[in-house]
């Protein structure tokens, strides 16, 4: 039987057009024969020769190649400027390792330590990192400075540190501020001027301190500009006017002593208040005390306060009495207070020969005599001295009234003699009411005498001055003198730190300026 339909499978074979695997998988082609298999083969291969030969020339060498061998010389034959190229991942990397090696190459050669820069991103380049060095160098910030804070080199100068810097000149922050400003914050260089800086100085503004105060609360204490407004800066704040501080006085306590801002409530400013209350000073007094002088509260409660107290206590102050030494003067719980105490002790035991209990009465009276100079002492001893008074009389009035050791010793003189010539009286009522010299001569003592000169009163110098103007025009309508009356008290007393703001006096208010 002849088949008549085989010649068309040749017709397909020659279209030239039929990809080469095509022909692997088609079933209809299993029942060619083997000559037409052949030509089949023969066909492919002279396809694929003459395509490949559109690119490099064939070779009865290619041909003899194997598969492997063909494909390993086609790929080094491709020519690279037909692609386009871009460094790998891993060669960026090894670019950004050797950048940063040159950039701390160069801090390293300046003397600046990189530990710490590790992680942070700097500049990729050592001419700029150069240009950040200059500019902190401008500023007045040291090699040293920078290595106190090295992050400060993850800074740029225009993005950064110029908008920074521009906004507190701004404020009024005097540019001869800045290096010191930097030294004791330099992250303010890290934060942004819209969302980190001028909502504080908006919160600071709110606290009723004036504008123009903001610029000197900034230079006192840069810090604040890292706080957080709902944080420590909101409940110090409260805290002081729950214990009695009064609201219109929190601006200008803030502004001598901002410090508070950055304060704890439970482990600085509670602990600090409870420990008065418990020498006898409520926290009404307390209030006063910080509205008066705030920068108590800066005192080391366990480094500084207790320790003076138990050295007030060993020098014979007594128990009782440390509440108001403490009001007299509250700089005496944050002084070097151990070699001052020790010092002064000895120094008028050699001068006026006062005995241990006798310093703590003085300690008690008058605080402040642990600051006085040993030449304002000895020049107030000699000058009663030669007012006539023997070394036991100039003890006893050093004693019953220590403020003579801080007197003027020319307004002393003259107070003295118009006690001699005017009044005639003798030294000894001076040494029982020493006093006499801290009243005014003109406003109260020449009025006062003059007075009972006229009525012929005979009274003691106590009774003549220790009194208010008011009291004394009624002891002028007494038909005699009440003994109790001169034996009053003229210390200090903690209740005038209790009194209602509006009956506080001046000279309260201010009992600490004299000698501050």
């Known amino acids: 039987m002849k088949i008549t339909s085989l010649p068309r499978p040749s017709l397909l074979l020659v279209h030239c057009d039929l990809p080469a695997f095509a022909f692997h998988g088609s079933k209809s082609l299993s029942i060619l024969s083997p000559c037409i298999c052949v030509k089949r083969c023969r066909l492919v291969m002279n396809i694929h020769s003459s395509v490949s030969g559109r690119t490099r020339p064939s070779t009865s060498k290619n041909v003899s190649l194997s598969k492997g061998d063909r494909y390993n010389r086609e790929r080094n034959e491709v020519n690279p400027s037909s692609f386009y190229t871009h460094p790998s991942l891993l060669e960026l990397k090894n670019e950004r390792i050797a950048n940063r090696a040159r950039v701390y190459d160069f801090l390293k050669g300046i003397g600046i330590v990189p530990d710490e820069l590790d992680g942070l991103e700097l500049p990729v380049t050592v001419e700029v990192m150069r240009e950040r060095v200059d500019f902190l160098h401008k500023l007045g910030l040291t090699v040293e400075d920078i290595n106190n804070y090295p992050l400060v080199l993850g800074c740029s100068v225009k993005k950064n540190m110029v908008p920074v810097l521009d906004f507190l000149g701004k404020l009024g922050v005097r540019k001869s501020t800045f290096t010191e400003f930097l030294r004791r914050y330099p992250q303010v260089l890290h934060a942004s001027v819209v969302v980190d800086l001028q909502p504080v100085v908006n919160y600071l503004q709110g606290m009723d301190i004036k504008p123009s105060d903001i610029p000197r609360v900034l230079e006192r204490y840069p810090e604040v500009l890292g706080f957080k ?10 805290y002081l006017v729950g214990i009695g501080v009064a609201r219109r006085e929190i601006g200008g306590v803030l502004t001598r002593y901002p410090e508070i801002l950055g304060m704890r409530v439970g482990r600085v400013i509670k602990p600090f208040v409870e420990y008065l209350g418990s020498l006898g000073i409520p926290s009404l007094a307390v209030a006063r005390l910080v509205e008066k002088r705030p920068h108590i509260l ?22 009782k009495s440390l509440a108001n030494v403490i009001a007299q003067y509250p700089e005496i719980m944050g002084i070097d207070l ?45 000058f009663l001295k030669e007012c006539g008074f023997s070394v036991e009389q100039v003890r006893k009035m050093v004693v019953g009234c220590p403020q003579l050791l801080a007197l003027n010793v ?5 107070s003295f003699d118009f006690f001699k010539s005017a009044m005639g009286r003798p030294l000894d009522d001076l040494v029982a009411f020493p006093a006499y010299f801290t009243y005014g001569l003109e406003a109260t ?48 007393h903690l209740d005038s730190l209790m009194k209602p703001r509006t009956q506080v006096s001046d000279s309260e208010s201010d009992i600490n300026d004299e000698y501050a």
């Not at 110098?461 to 309508?477: H, Q, V």
């Open 229 to 238: 407004l709902e944080g420590t800066m909101s409940t110090s704040v409260a």
């Open 410 to 414: 020319d307004i002393m003189k003259l």
């Open 338 to 382: 151990e070699s001052k105490l020790l010092s002064k002790r000895d120094f008028l035991n050699s001068v006026v020969e006062t005995s241990p209990e006798e310093i703590g009465r003085i300690l008690e009276k008058m605080p402040q005599s642990v600051v006085l100079s040993d030449k304002a002492i000895v020049r107030h001893v000699d």
């Open 298 to 319: 800066g005192f080391g409660l366990n480094e500084r306060v207790k320790p003076n107290i138990k050295l007030l206590l060993e020098c014979n102050v007594r128990q």
């Open 445 to 492: 003592v020449k009025p006062r005498h003059r007075m009972i000169a006229q009525k012929g009163i005979k009274c003691s110098l106590a009774w003549l001055l220790n009194c208010s103007d008011e009291k004394f025009e009624d002891r002028m309508n007494y038909d005699s003198i009440d003994l109790e009356e001169m034996e009053e008290d003229s210390s200090f």
